[in-house]
Structures are given as C-alpha cells and as structure tokens.
C-alpha cells in the first residue's frame, strides 16, 4: 500500500524574486599526474596503456580495470 503525502499551503513557501539559473560549462580534463595518483592509492600495481588509435588510456590491476581516461570527451573514471 502506497502513502499519502499530503502538504498544506502553508507549507510552501512564496517565491518573491527570481531563481538564478545554474548552466554547466564545457567539460575539463582532469589532470593526468591527479588521475595516476588516484590510481596509484587504488591499485599501486596498475599501469595506463593506450587502447587502439581513439587516445582512451585505461589501466588495469591484473584482469580488473581501475581508470579510464578519454582525452577527446573528458570522461574519466576511477573505480575502487
């Protein structure tokens, strides 16, 4: 059974004035010796190594991957 969540008037508060608008700039790159560090705490063992020819460097501890860095979108990822 689902519950009811019931708010009175009272309870919503009036906006007076305008809200400010939050926009999201241009993604940056994180800097490579922050990513390795981070890398290094995670898995000490790991290495970055080219992935073919698109430029995205990935490191490996054994089988499992811990980082990925993808210079052309900015997308990395750091996995415990």
Do not use: C, W
């Amino acid at each position: 059974m689902a519950a009811k969540i019931t708010l009175s008037p009272e309870q919503v508060p009036e906006v007076r004035h305008p809200l400010p608008v939050m926009r999201l700039e241009s993604a940056v790159l994180a800097p490579d010796t922050t990513i390795r560090d981070f890398v290094k705490h995670v898995a000490p063992q790991a290495e970055f190594k080219n992935m073919g020819q698109t430029g995205l460097l990935a490191a490996h501890d054994g089988e499992r991957l811990v980082s990925y860095i993808n210079p052309t979108t900015g997308e990395s990822k750091i996995f415990p």
